[in-house]
């Protein structure tokens, strides 16, 4: 029997997803500590995921060094006790057949901010007396709401590109099979891809293959690291929603350049690098940033952004817009999307869990 488009699995280097229902990285701010490392939360809220039949299930933005953390509370991968941490939700991630994936990161100039919940009440840029630290960006502008970044030295930008390669190293010794890199949403890599962030003179500034210089090192780097059976994903902006910022002509050419480099996928969404830009939102409203980059490059992509139904995220894979469909906080309201979506879609799936087998939809 076919399946609908949605159930049919998507093969990348040695990674095959059960399907294309993915869950998009959300940070938990939940570490228990400053120290980085994840624990039960992590462990009940992404194996829900995998036990709701989703193919892919990746963590969220993961600092690949303490300063490149978002919130004191977001997790690392800078040192072996984060990585025995994760493997333990990987193992479990694994054992019920979906991809774990994790999204590498660095926060730049929108780093030490406070989590948005339980501290203290505190909001804002968290000061080092406090267990902050000092962020960086390509070039010193603030982003509205935050501290002024210290401006990266090429020293220090080749640093962290070793230790992106060297957290991607760490997930792979923990089990995950697809590692993204966060290059959206005005972190660090998105700060050096967009004029309106980056006004360096080196090369790291200036033209877009200044621009994209550091996301092509952290790319090459992270393949060389990884061995070739573990997929790469890019999450690109597609665009600052801005005049003269980055734009989705940009992002077509880089996804090629990083192909070229040793990526597999370009994660579509769009924004987080400019402060009170007007957006257009509605269902699926980030789809035709992703059809865009498919149709000018050679890159599958995914695509994110309320996707909220079975049928929408089956259409878009089906008519060729995207390969596949990341799923965010649909997924927050009900982590078995995937389930309830092969019921809706009437898929033949083996993985519904036998320990819920009485829940089943029966054909009548
Ligand atoms: C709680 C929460 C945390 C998020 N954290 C991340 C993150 O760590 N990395 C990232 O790239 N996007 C993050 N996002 C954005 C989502 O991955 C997704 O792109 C966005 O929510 C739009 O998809 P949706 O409409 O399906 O939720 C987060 C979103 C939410 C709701």
Request: charged share 20%.
């Amino acid at each position: 029997m076919s399946q609908p488009a949605l159930f049919e699995p998507f093969t990348l280097r040695g990674v095959t997803m059960r399907n294309r229902i993915w869950v998009a990285p959300m940070c938990q701010y939940s570490c228990f500590d400053e120290n980085g490392i994840i624990g039960d939360w992590h462990f009940a809220h992404l194996g829900s995921f995998a036990i709701g039949g989703a193919g892919l299930v990746i963590a969220e933005a993961t600092g690949v060094t303490p300063e490149g953390r978002i919130t004191p509370r977001c997790p690392g991968l800078w040192n072996d006790e984060q990585m025995a941490a994760w493997k333990r939700v990987v193992d479990f991630i694994v054992s019920r057949g979906a991809v774990a994936g994790i999204q590498l990161a660095h926060a730049g100039r929108k780093g030490s901010d406070a989590p948005p919940f339980d501290y203290d009440g505190k909001s804002g840029t968290v000061q080092v007396v406090d267990g902050g630290w000092q962020s960086v960006a390509p070039s010193p502008i603030a982003y509205p709401g935050h501290d002024m970044p210290h401006e990266l030295t090429v020293d220090e930008i080749n640093e962290i590109v070793t230790a992106w390669a060297d957290a991607a190293r760490r997930a792979v010794v923990a089990g995950f099979r697809v590692i993204e890199v966060h290059a959206a949403h005005g972190y660090l890599l998105h700060e050096f891809l967009s004029p309106l962030s980056n006004e360096r003179t080196d090369d790291y500034g200036g033209a877009l293959e200044n621009r994209a210089r550091m996301l092509l090192e952290v790319t090459a780097a992270i393949r060389a690291a990884i061995g070739e059976e573990i997929a790469l994903f890019i999450r690109f902006s597609a665009t600052d929603w801005a005049d003269g910022g980055w734009n989705e002509q940009e992002t077509s050419i880089v996804a090629d350049w990083a192909l070229e480099h040793g990526a597999d996928l370009a994660d579509i969404s769009a924004g987080g690098n400019i402060s009170g830009v007007k957006i257009s939102v509605g269902p699926g409203y980030q789809v035709p940033l992703a059809m865009y980059v498919k149709e000018h490059s050679h890159i599958p992509v995914t695509t994110v952004g309320l996707i909220t139904e079975p049928t929408m995220a089956n259409d878009i894979v089906e008519s060729g817009k995207a390969d596949a469909v990341m799923i965010g906080r649909e997924m927050l309201r009900d982590p078995h999307f995937a389930l309830r979506a092969a019921a809706e879609l009437g898929a033949d799936i083996s993985y519904w869990p036998g320990q819920y087998e009485w829940a089943r939809p029966r054909k009548s």
